[in-house]
């Protein structure tokens, strides 16, 4: 992992239990980590590792039971609302499934003018609001002209993830946390997405988090790798240090189901 970039985000002892006693759950088990600025970081794990409560954790939506994060080499304190909204204007996220993520009565321009607004932009002139939505959309390969005046809802799973994307171009955050971002759209969708969000990290020099079951694509977008299971990381590094040389066993058994498009399948098994 790179040491000559600034440190983004990091954490020491990071720990999440819910419950007490024999209902007692270890979500996440004292992890340490250290991101740096315009790495593309992934977080692998299967169902249930920990991997999206550590998310929810970054993101500031929960607590640590213990431990300590550290946002820009400062410890992070989200002790009052206006502490969470100053942090939150650095961090966003993206999730697997984008429907859930807007509001059903809110049309795409309104969408897109909040983003704008929050920020610092509500005092633009209108036509200058347009250009800018019109830019966010090209970016993503949407079409402003052809969304406005829809709801999100009357677009294709894929095209309201891209639009997520063109939600975050305009917010310019400096962390994306991107949780299962192509889990629910098509293969040719896929594509898509993942190229502009590895874009944006060029674009506006943003810190691209991938939250992934899938370690075919880490490997495919990412510096660096921690593998989580059980709440804990078993094994971290660059991409070709974990993917192509992994020392724990989970990751091996993660890579083992990765399937080798090459070898001949044994159809007598099926």
Not at 119 to 134: S, Y
Not at 177 to 188: I, Q, R, W
Not at 201 to 226: C, Q, W
């Amino acid at each position: 992992m790179s040491t000559e970039r600034p440190m983004c985000l990091s954490g020491r002892g990071v720990t999440k239990v819910f419950g007490l006693g024999r209902r007692k759950t270890v979500a996440v088990d004292h992890v340490d980590f250290d991101f740096h600025e315009g790495e593309v970081i992934s977080i692998v794990g299967e169902s249930g590792s920990g991997k999206t409560t550590l998310s929810k954790i970054l993101l500031g939506l929960i607590n640590p039971t213990e431990g300590e994060i550290f946002f820009q080499g400062k410890k992070l304190d989200l002790s009052s609302h206006r502490k969470k909204k100053e942090y939150w204007r650095s961090i966003q996220a993206i999730f697997q499934d984008p429907f859930s993520s807007y509001n059903t009565f809110s049309k795409i321009d309104t969408v897109l003018l909040d983003c704008i607004r929050m920020r610092g932009g509500g005092g633009l002139p209108r036509e200058q609001k347009v250009e800018m939505m019109i830019e966010a959309c090209k970016f993503v390969n949407l079409k402003f002209e052809e969304l406005t005046n829809k709801y999100p809802f009357e677009l294709s799973g894929g095209q309201q993830q891209r639009l997520m994307i063109a939600r975050i171009f305009l917010l310019k955050p400096k962390i994306l946390l991107a949780d299962e971002p192509t889990s629910m759209v098509d293969a040719c969708s896929r594509s898509t997405i993942l190229d502009a969000l590895l874009d944006l990290r060029n674009e506006i020099g943003m810190t691209p988090i991938f939250i992934t079951h899938d370690i075919g694509l880490a490997f495919y977008v990412s510096d660096s790798v921690y593998i989580m299971e059980k709440g804990r990381f078993v094994e971290s590094g660059t991409a070709d240090d974990v993917i192509l040389n992994p020392q724990a066993s989970y990751t091996k058994r993660l890579i083992s189901d990765v399937p080798k498009i090459r070898e001949e399948w044994d159809l007598s098994t099926v």
